[in-house]
């Protein structure tokens, strides 16, 4: 396994947020953490970038046991909900912030700022300020500057949860090519039944802070682990891209 | 919610409440001087008087004074301490329409200025006669409840430290040995530091004096911008000599300070402390009737002298018995006040520029 | 108009309709009310400075000989001013920011300790600080000399600089810590997580975040210096400025018209950085708008930062252990007695301390009280009109209610007794004069703090209360005010704490009747009664600290009551 995470425990004071919790994840590939707010999976999140640490447990990727690094030195980068870009910074400086810590020449770090721009349909946008582009496009950014760092594991903390639904849709789609491209290992928490659907190689449903399921989506589709899972997901049908991929989730509703 | 309407209506009542509480007292039109009441005797009854005297004064030791004028007269006394440079300023901003009665205390360069200005009532009574001449205005428009002296005070610790003899007169001041080492105050912001700049000119003659100014000047430190500086600097072991007032507060600091008084050999330079009522004033009679209160009857007198530790009421009034002087009056140097408020601007900008060319070289 | 507006809805038409009416005539009111105070109180006294410095007003006709002579002489007091205000706004920049930066990122008992300090140190009785900073640092200074064996004359331009430095710190820093806490935490988490090191994120995201506070900080501190006469005047020597110099001309030569053109020589540097104030303001709320203002502390290992962090922590540390020594030294001082330089304890200065009369102190807290309600009050409407409303003429009332910032308390003071001492604004000798002065002299960072809050109320909700029918009042009384509880408080501890020890402006404007404590304190000070006068500034302290938390109290058990 690329990421093991093995028997995660974290509290909160009384409140036991998330309780063993164990899985693993193959390199390149896209895992969606669902599940409702308040299930543990943003604490998860967290403490594989290392922005808290856990109660007891361990955390290896690539072989390597990161439970203890703090966040600047783990070979993981983390696209945040809010996007946390620098308001101060053009787009570029923004994208190209990582690899000054790698060491990274000046001139190099330009000319891989504005290929990662290329790469999200942003070039033109380089010298411009966050204050001065969209929602969706500072969204981009913080894509290109989680990814430009070349990290082992990129984290993705609900990051289309402030986009509107023709924007998700797109964005999703974007995400998942330049997964496949760049052979990213991807972590995706969500609590978008259809985004989990459709992004994910592997999903985790999470709920009360421990693991109920974890499997490739269209197995749990097809054998969900409890009643819970089956209504939480509510699926009601699929519609199928021709290339196979899946379009989109046509669901019960109100089922959450 | 309610609370922040009512903080709302507050402050919008809040100005015209407070305008109506405070304005009462300043609205009444002040008496013309003409028909106040000519005294008759020297401790005439006490005229009809009424409401609040409001007094400036130099210090907050009063209290028992004023108390005993509102025993024998019914009016209330309220005071406040001010500089007379602030004195003057706020009178001058008021453009006649002063806020107080009564001017307690303070450098009488400050007194003349005001008077020139039109700003001070004419006081007259028949006990001005037993005053001294010298020490009142000749019009009756200020007169003096005492004088300052002033002298060097030491701090021993600090000359021992520095290896520096103790100076005896304004002459040894000059000594190179004391460069850095004297403070002094502004003469624009103290009374006493002025009287010693125009003592010592009138004793020395004009081109001497300057001289000697020009000398001493190399040895100030620098020129205090407050007229306590001088003494306070000293007591704390900030500077070796000062050139203050010398009061009977001072000796007390010789008691629980290293310090010691000089008394300069070659002449005390003094300054009368100013009393006058302000012209135009809310409540001038009861002013006028304090000034003659005071000075007719030698009780108040000696009370101001306890009250003060000053012993200068027994040159204002030589007749007055149970004060003595504990200096001789002979080394008091001779000044001619009526020079006094007449060069007072002159003096000021010459020694600018004396202090003035000074700082600019410490500057840099 | 206590009723909210819709429950009036089920009645007739015309009865809502006439509440509404009300309600416009009320907010109409109140901003006829700010303004024409701002005019009044600031605008009319400023004006009587302008004219007398023209020598237009007190009888000689006009002539600008006032001005020729300013700018003959005092060109080198006017160079020394700039010099001690740019290097005291520096240092004094450097001390608040570190300040900051360590307060933000301590937790517990250390940042309450520091906080209480901060707090203690908004109370800066007029002449004790300065008198402890001889005490301590002097020629024969209880640290330079007796514990260093130093040998140094503070008496210049240096011992200016440090002295303001370090006395305006508690103000900025508290402002500082507010743009800290809205720091938007995920540019922190970002960046660590892209890989900077503590050191890094300070120096490439929390610093350059807080440019735009840091520069505010940098002006407002130069204004401040520049506007200072104390602290030169006691303890410049032979350093002077351009404000001890006004000082000088109003209590020296009673020069009224000479006094008031180096005033208005005083104004243009401040006016023109009040403007470079506007712009950088602007800026700073656009890098923290959007943010989440939670109030939470900075996570940020300052002591892993690097040579910065470091910086930072031993800046702060300085500032503590100096500010500790200096209140310490005060309340110490009235307790100890000097006899030919040895020291010994005594009571007697504290039985002095209970002969001042009890009304005096009451009447100072009464009206610290009424100027830090009201003026609290003024400045979060005015702030309100001047921000969310469309006012004509908004930049010029903005700058107008700045310029008794900008001017020494002295001639502020002066500057009320030449506009109020005729009918029909004759106001002389009255209390409203007084509070008015001390509270328009404060307006100016009082509105500060409330604009700066203001940001923190999101404009929606103005909407969403005149959405559901509430009129430009009910936006006013449930959203404004109550958004601007946080602002409040700090509003009104600042406003509190320079009540209660404001001399310069109001030592003309006093009613001897009405003797305030801090007149009490000059009067130990004139008879250079230090200990006397330090336990009076130590009572004055507590006392505000008292009040202060009393207050803090009782709008925390309000805020209480409201949320059950």
Request: with cysteine; charged share 20%.
């Amino acid at each position: 396994m690329y990421l093991e995470l093995s028997h995660l425990n974290k509290r909160f004071e009384d409140r036991e947020v998330v309780k063993d919790l164990s899985f693993g994840l193959e390199r390149g590939e896209l895992l969606c953490i669902l599940g409702s707010s308040g299930c543990g999976k943003t604490t998860t999140l967290n403490m594989i970038g290392g922005f808290l640490r856990p109660d007891g447990g361990q955390i290896l990727l690539d072989g390597e046991d990161i439970t203890d690094l703090p966040p600047e030195r783990r070979p993981v980068t983390t696209v945040f909900q809010s996007y946390g870009l620098f308001p101060h910074m053009t787009v570029l400086q923004n994208v190209t912030y990582g690899l000054k810590f790698q060491g990274c020449p000046r001139a190099e770090a330009r000319k891989k700022g504005l290929r990662y721009l290329e790469m999200v349909g942003l070039k033109d946008y380089a010298a411009a300020r966050i204050h001065e582009i969209s929602g969706g496009e500072q969204q981009r950014v913080a894509l290109a500057r989680a990814l430009i760092v070349e990290p082992k594991l990129c984290l993705l903390d609900e990051p289309f949860s402030n986009l509107d639904a023709a924007l998700r849709v797109k964005m999703r789609r974007e995400l998942k090519t330049l997964q496949r491209d760049l052979d990213m290992t991807m972590v995706f928490v969500t609590h978008d039944q259809e985004e989990a659907m459709i992004l994910s190689d592997h999903m985790a449903i999470m709920r009360e802070g421990r693991l109920i399921q974890y499997d490739r989506p269209m197995e749990i589709y097809h054998h969900p682990a409890d009643a819970f899972v089956a209504r939480f997901l509510g699926v009601k049908d699929l519609i199928w891209e021709p290339d196979g991929r899946l379009l989109k989730v046509i669901r019960d509703g109100g089922a959450e | 919610m309610k609370r922040n309407i009512l903080a709302l209506s507050l402050a919008l009542a809040m100005g015209a409440s407070l305008t109506a509480c405070g304005g009462g007292s300043s609205s009444t039109p002040a008496p013309s001087a003409s028909t106040a009441v000519e005294p008759t005797a020297s401790q005439a009854a006490a005229p009809e008087l009424s409401g609040t005297m409001k007094v400036v004064a130099t210090g907050d030791i009063y209290g028992p004074l004023f108390e005993q004028f509102t025993a024998d007269t019914g009016v209330d006394v309220e005071y406040i301490s001010m500089s007379s440079g602030e004195v003057l300023s706020k009178l001058r901003a008021e453009g006649g329409t002063p806020s107080a009665d009564l001017w307690f205390g303070g450098g009488i360069d400050a007194f003349m200025s005001a008077k020139d200005d039109g700003l001070l009532e004419q006081v007259q009574f028949d006990a001005a006669e037993d005053l001294d001449p010298t020490y009142r205005d000749a019009d009756g428009y200020w007169y003096s409840k005492g004088i300052t002296i002033v002298g060097f005070l030491l701090n021993n610790g600090l000359m021992k430290d520095l290896g520096l003899t103790d100076p005896t007169s304004w002459a040894d001041l000059t000594d190179s040995q004391y460069a850095g080492e004297i403070v002094m105050s502004n003469p624009a912001v103290s009374g006493t530091n002025y009287a010693v700049v125009n003592a010592l000119l009138q004793s020395l003659g004009d081109e001497e004096g300057w001289n000697y100014f020009t000398a001493l000047n190399d040895n100030i430190a620098y020129y205090g911008k407050r007229g306590s500086d001088p003494k306070n600097k000293v007591t704390s072991d900030e500077f070796a000599i000062g050139i203050t007032y010398i009061d009977r507060s001072i000796e007390a600091l010789t008691e629980e300070n290293d310090v010691s008084i000089v008394y300069p050999t070659d002449g005390i330079p003094w300054v009368p402390e100013g009393v006058a009522v302000f012209k135009n004033a809310d409540n001038v009679d009861a002013a006028k009737y304090f000034v003659e209160w005071l000075f007719s009857n030698d009780d108040h007198l000696r009370t101001l002298a306890e009250l003060e530790q000053k012993d200068g009421s027994k040159l204002i009034k030589p007749s007055l018995e149970g004060v003595e002087l504990s200096y001789d009056p002979s080394i008091l140097m001779k000044e001619d006040l009526s020079q006094f408020g007449a060069q007072r601007e002159d003096i000021l900008a010459k020694f600018e520029t004396l202090m003035g060319d000074k700082a600019n070289v410490a500057d840099e | 108009m206590n009723k909210p507006a819709f429950q009036s809805r089920g009645k007739r038409v015309s009865s809502k309709e006439a509440l509404f009416r009300i309600g416009e005539g009320v907010d109409k009111l109140v901003l006829l009310f700010l303004l024409g105070s701002v005019c009044l109180f600031v605008l009319w006294p400023m004006t009587c400075i302008l004219l007398r410095s023209l020598h237009l007003s007190g009888g000689d006709g006009f002539t600008l000989s006032s001005y020729v002579q300013v700018w003959t002489k005092y060109q080198s007091a006017l160079r020394n001013s700039l010099f001690i205000g740019i290097v005291s706004a520096l240092l004094c920049t450097l001390f608040s920011v570190s300040a900051a930066v360590f307060l933000s990122t301590r937790r517990g008992w250390m940042k309450g300790l520091c906080m209480a300090v901060l707090l203690v140190c908004m109370v800066s009785p007029p002449f004790v600080s300065s008198l402890a900073y001889i005490q301590l640092y002097g020629r024969r200074g209880w640290i330079t000399y007796r514990l260093l064996g130093l040998s140094w004359d503070p008496y210049n331009s240096w011992g200016v600089i440090w002295m303001q430095a370090l006395s305006f710190v508690p103000m900025n820093a508290l402002f500082l810590i507010g743009i800290l806490s809205k720091l938007d935490g995920g540019s922190l988490r970002a960046a660590r997580d892209l890989g900077a090191r503590p050191g890094a994120i300070l120096r490439d995201v929390v610093l350059p975040l807080m440019r735009p506070g840091i520069l505010v900080c940098l002006l407002l501190s130069f204004v401040r210096s520049l506007a200072d006469f104390g602290t030169p005047v006691i303890i410049g020597g032979r350093s002077t400025t351009l404000a001890a110099e006004i000082y000088l001309q109003v209590v020296g030569y009673s020069d009224l018209e000479k006094s008031s053109a180096m005033n208005m020589f005083l104004l243009v540097p401040s006016i023109a950085f009040f403007f470079l104030y506007r712009a950088l303001m602007r800026r700073s709320d656009r890098l923290t708008e959007g943010a989440r203002g939670k109030q939470e502390s900075l996570s940020l290992p300052l002591f892993r930062c690097g040579p910065l962090g470091w910086l930072a922590v031993a800046m702060s540390l300085l500032f503590f252990v100096m500010m500790t020594l200096q209140y310490g030294c005060i309340f110490l001082s009235g307790f100890l007695k000097s006899t030919k330089g040895v020291y010994s304890f005594t009571l007697k200065y504290w039985h002095q301390l209970w002969t001042i009369s009890g009304s005096t102190m009451v009447r100072s807290v009464i009206y610290s009280l009424i100027v830090s309600l009201g003026g609290t009050l003024f400045a979060m409407l005015f702030a309100y009109y001047m921000e969310r409303r469309r006012v004509p003429g908004r930049s010029l009332f903005d700058c107008l209610v700045t310029l008794p910032y900008m001017l020494p308390g002295t001639c502020f003071g002066i500057g009320y007794i030449l506009a109020f001492n005729h009918a029909p604004l004759k106001l002389t000798g009255t209390a409203l004069i007084v509070m008015a002065n001390m509270m328009f002299k404060q307006l100016p960072t009082s509105t500060k703090i409330c604009s700066a809050s203001l940001t923190q109320v999101p404009v929606y909700l103005e909407k969403a209360a005149r959405d559901l029918g509430g009129g430009q009042m009910a936006v006013v009384r449930d959203v404004i005010l109550p958004g601007l509880r946080p602002a409040f408080l700090s509003c009104f501890v600042y406003n509190f704490s320079s009540s209660m020890t404001t001399a310069g402006s109001i030592i003309f404007l006093i009613d001897p009747g009405r003797q305030l404590a801090v007149f009490k304190l000059f009067d130990a000070v004139y008879t250079g009664d230090y200990a006397l006068a330090s336990l009076i500034a130590s009572a004055i302290t507590v006392i505000v600290l008292a009040v202060e938390g009393l207050v803090f109290l009782i709008s925390w058990k309000g805020a209480a009551r409201r949320v059950s």
